[in-house]
């Protein structure tokens, strides 16, 4: 059973910056490097939305309108993680975060990922 873990989240200020991490345990013997990684969120009321995606080796990233420019996502093989970095928050950034994973080629679509990191939720007061 592959697993992914964050941890990271909080409460901050507008304008303040935070990082998100989510590490990745599989048990089927796959490696973190055969995985694509995304990032979502989900607001109070609102349907879990596209953060970010990353590919399984850090070449290509993509980012939600929203948060381009603010928002950087990473990955170190070697840690089996992956980040989010996130600046400049707003408070529209509030929302649980979730670390998502997926084999193969990085995606938006939150129904082609296969396996959940636990959520963590991020506060950003005005």
């Known amino acids: 059973q592959e697993q992914l873990v964050q941890s990271g989240g909080g409460l901050v200020q507008a304008g303040d910056s935070l990082r998100l991490s989510c590490v990745y345990s599989g048990h089927s013997g796959r490696p973190f490097s055969n995985l694509a990684m995304g990032w979502f969120r989900q607001a109070p009321e609102k349907e879990r939305e596209f953060v970010a995606t990353?590919?399984?080796?850090?070449?290509?990233?993509y980012y939600a309108d929203s948060v381009k420019g603010r928002f950087t996502t990473s990955r170190d093989n070697a840690k089996n993680t992956v980040y989010l970095q996130m600046t400049s928050m707003k408070p529209e950034d509030t929302a649980v975060y979730y670390c998502?994973?997926?084999?193969?080629?990085?995606?938006?679509?939150?129904?082609?990922?296969?396996?959940w990191g636990q959520g963590t939720q991020v506060t950003v007061s005005s």
């Open positions: 998502a994973a997926r084999y193969f080629r990085e995606s938006s679509l939150e129904s082609e990922y296969d396996y």
């Open positions: 990353i590919s399984w080796n850090g070449g290509k990233t």
